[in-house]
């Protein structure tokens, strides 16, 4: 998080609020900070990465030295009748310790330290180096290779997430917006609608009009109310998408400030189309995670399947000293190095597969698996530059609607006006004034959508070119 003070006043603030069953307001940063926080898929996804760092280092622990130790004592009594009682100790102790090299070598160190009326310890040395079969870097540190892609996929995941996330708020958030002004907007119908049917009357009142016009701008008033009960409805499922966005609990005492939806659009910079494809290529946290796998996981499953398939020839060292028996040269330390208990030997042992059917299959598959990779990496490819393209031409879109919209509802407000004025003037009826006042409401609302609609546009492509972070200054933590 790029400001950890203000996330923990809003913590605070949220917890006092909880507390005390007082409303709290926030606004969209805010509800961001919040989301990024405490939503229970990021947690689960932090969590996720933390077994997986886990699993690296597991896997990083297999290259390293491995100490062991081993340790009995036995205690014997005994004894026949007519024969004295016979009691003896044993103790035995024996520490060790083993290395897995990089290319295979296998070492194991053992010292032996035994009691049993005299001390005859030994030590012994083997290695085991695979010469065909198991050598090298690439199959020997293969698991520990594809747990490092494995702990980068982790991170990315969350960096996914937490976009995802931060996006569905902003969504969320322009949704109740919107349900708002529409609020707004259909309560400025209603009051248009009880002045036409105050006017209406005073008309009839005069001999103007005939009295079967106040029907039908008593039903305006009607329809603007019920249409104000459905706004209220909308609005109150609004928030509880936007408190599920954020990840918190649904009865939480929330309230939502204003937006100015014209500075959060300037928030966004629109790349030319060119940078878009390019940046969606660069920051797709789907298409990232495949192009590591192909190239990693995937790959080196082929290259393990080869390597099942080759001759398997090993060599074997072993040297060994003291462990003598008995007292004199063969007791004690001296067993070590007086070179009466000594013993090498070196050999290589040979395994030849002969029609190994499996080991043929396995490379069948993997082999196949690794083309049908590429060509799923290939299709996304072109689906991500597709989904840029689309995303790209929608902003466009969306603004040259906002333009169209901005125009229409000017024109439709001034229409409105003069249409009241006609009405005033008895040059027109009811009906006619209604309609005015429906298509005034009709330019209102589309003017709002095309608002909502350009700044979802401008969310998604930032989005699609994982700007969304960075746009709203939100780090991917992973300790």
Known sequence: MKNPVVLSIVIFFYAVSADANGPLTLSLDEAILLAVRSNPNVQSS??????QKFNLSVQEWNFYPHYSFQASALYTRSGTPGTPINSGENYFIQPGVSLLTPIGTQLQLTS?????????PGISLQVMQPLLRGFGRAGVE?????AKDTEVIACLTIEGLLQNTVSAVIN??????????????????????EKSVE????????????????????????????????DQNNLLQARYALLAAIGIDPNSSLHFSSLNIQRLIKKYSLPTLTQT????????????????????????SLLL????????LNFNANVATGKGYGGGVNAGMNSLFNGANQSQSVGLTLQVPIDDQLAKQGVINAKIALKQAELALMQEKWNKETSAITGWNLVISAERSLHFAEDAEKLQNKTYNISFQKYLHGLIDSLELQSAQIQLIQAQQTLLYAQINYLKALVNLDLLIGNTLKTWHVMVRTS
């Open 46 to 51: 932090q969590l996720s990465y933390l077994a």
């Open 112 to 120: 032996t330290n035994s009691l049993a009326g005299h001390y005859n």
């Open 142 to 146: 293969a698991a520990l290779n594809n």
């Open 172 to 193: 969320a958030y322009l949704n109740i917006v919107s349900a708002e002004k529409i609020i707004l907007i259909d309560e400025d119908a209603l009051k248009r609608a």
């Open 199 to 230: 006017q209406t009357k005073l008309f009839i009142k005069a001999g103007h009009k005939a009295g079967n016009e106040l029907v039908t701008v008593e039903a305006n008033v009607a329809s603007a109310k019920s249409q104000l009960i459905n």
């Open 277 to 300: 494809k390019k940046m969606v290529l660069n920051n797709d946290i789907q298409y990232q995670i495949d192009n590591i796998t192909l190239h990693g996981s995937t790959t080196r």
């Open 305 to 312: 399947a080869e390597d099942n398939t080759r001759w398997q």
